[in-house]
Nanobody
Framework: QVQLVESGGGLVQPGGSLRLSCAAS????????MGWYRQAPGKERELVAAITSGGTTNYADSVKGRFTISRDNAKKMVYLQMNSLKPEDTAVYYC?????????WGQGTQVTVSS
């Protein structure tokens, strides 16, 4: 009943920007917290940013001041604006929703930061 689809990844040079999008197919969207996670090669999946139903945000220290998570409840979308990208941001980025005691994940979108 829940599907999450990420888009917007790609190849960008250091210092560049990307905006990731996550489209949620679910009857009710606005009440659930959403998050972006990433997994780099050889690393564990880590929380990048999260946003509650009320709009409160939380960020990993490594991305504070550079990334911004937002949501559009009318469109059932969540976004991750990534600025001042660094090579260490290279990873597969996953959209996450916690609903009804279950974690739902998108398929992931690749972000590569390289010169």
């Amino acid at each position: 009943q829940v599907q999450l689809v990420e888009s917007g990844g790609g190849l960008v040079q250091p210092g560049g920007s990307l905006r990731l999008s996550c489209a949620a197919s679910i009857r009710i969207f606005s009440i659930y917290p959403m998050g972006w996670y990433r997994q780099a090669p050889g690393k564990e999946r880590e929380l990048v940013a999260a946003i509650t139903s009320g709009g409160t945000t939380n960020y990993a220290d490594s991305v504070k001041g550079r990334f911004t998570i937002s949501r559009d409840n009318a469109k059932k979308m969540v976004y991750l604006q990534m600025n001042s990208l660094k090579p260490e941001d290279t990873a597969v980025y996953y959209c996450n929703m916690r609903a009804g005691g279950t974690n739902y994940w998108g398929q992931g979108t690749q972000v590569t930061v390289s010169s």
